[in-house]
C-alpha cells in the first residue's frame, strides 16, 4: 500500500511538473514570419522582412497579443526561457518597427537622447518591457552567446530572422544553424580580405559574454571552418537601414 502510495505521488508529481513545462503556442509568430524571404539591401544578402503586410494584415498584432497572454510562470526549463525570450525580442522589434512604419531604421523610434532600445516595446507577463531590458537583463545573464545571433534588431546588419520559432527542444541545433549562417555571410557575419579577417561589430560590443566559449576567435573558428590564420579585425561596417523594402 504504502508503494504504491509513493508511486501515486511521483506520478502525480511529474504529471504537475509536466503541466507546468510549457511554451506559447507560437503558431501566430510563424504565420508572421512566412512574410519574411530572401533578398538583398544596399549589397547585404539578407531576410527581408514585409512590414507593411505584417502590419496590416493582423498577423503581428494577432502574435503580439498571444505573447502577451503567455503566463512566464508556465517557462520551467533554461532552454524554454531562451527559446521564449528569443521570440519576444524578435516579436517586440518587429512591432516597432511596424508600429513606426514607414521607417528608414528602427533607430528612428528613439532619438539621441532616448534611444529605441529604452522605450516601451510591449508588455511580458503584464510588465511593460524595452528591447534593452529583454537583451541585457534577461537573456544576456542567462549565459548562451548565441543569443546575439539569433535576436534580431530589425536593421541589415542583425542576424537574419529565421523561417519559424525557436523551440526548446530545437533550441541548440537552431542556433548553431544561425551561427554558421551569420558567419558565412560576407556581408555582415565575417569576410576574409588580403591580410584580416573582418567580423562584426556584434563580436565586439558582446565581446565578455564569449568568454565563456574561450573567446571569440576560439568560438569563430569552432564555427568556421577553412580560415587561415590571420589577424581577426572587428571592423565590418554595421548598416542600421530597416531590414525590410519601403
Not at 548565441?146 to 527542444?169: F, G, K, M, Q, W
Not at 558565412?184 to 557575419?189: E, F, I, L, Q, W
Request: proline fraction near 4%; charged fraction near 25%.
Amino acid at each position: 500500500m504504502c508503494k504504491k502510495s509513493l508511486l501515486l505521488t511521483v506520478s502525480l508529481l511529474f504529471s504537475a511538473w509536466n503541466a507546468v513545462a510549457e511554451e506559447p503556442d507560437w503558431a501566430s509568430y510563424h504565420s508572421v514570419l512566412k512574410h519574411v524571404k530572401p533578398g538583398s539591401k544596399n549589397g547585404v544578402s539578407l531576410m527581408l522582412v514585409d512590414y507593411s503586410v505584417i502590419k496590416n494584415n493582423g498577423s503581428l498584432d494577432k502574435a503580439y497579443r498571444d505573447l502577451t497572454a503567455f503566463k512566464l510562470d508556465r517557462l520551467a526549463g533554461r532552454e524554454e526561457k531562451l527559446a521564449f525570450y528569443i521570440n519576444a525580442y524578435n516579436i517586440l522589434a518587429l512591432k516597432m518597427v511596424a508600429d513606426h512604419w514607414p521607417t528608414e531604421s528602427i533607430k528612428d523610434a528613439g532619438s539621441l537622447f532616448s534611444p529605441v532600445w529604452d522605450k516601451p516595446a510591449g508588455e511580458l507577463g503584464g510588465k511593460t518591457v524595452t528591447l534593452g531590458e529583454v537583451e541585457h537583463e534577461i537573456l544576456r545573464p542567462m549565459g548562451e552567446p548565441r543569443i546575439h545571433l539569433a535576436i534580431v534588431c530589425a536593421s541589415v546588419s542583425c542576424p537574419d530572422l529565421r523561417n519559424e520559432p525557436y523551440t526548446a527542444a530545437r533550441l541548440d541545433e537552431q542556433l548553431a544553424e544561425q551561427t554558421r549562417r551569420f558567419l558565412g555571410n560576407a556581408g555582415k557575419g565575417l569576410r576574409v580580405e588580403k591580410n584580416a579577417i573582418h567580423v562584426s561589430k556584434i563580436f565586439d560590443w558582446f565581446e565578455d559574454d564569449f568568454k565563456s566559449q574561450d573567446g571569440v576567435t576560439a568560438f569563430i573558428k569552432r564555427n568556421k571552418t577553412g580560415l587561415p590564420e590571420l589577424i581577426l579585425k572587428t571592423s565590418l561596417p554595421y548598416d542600421w537601414a530597416v531590414n525590410g523594402a519601403q
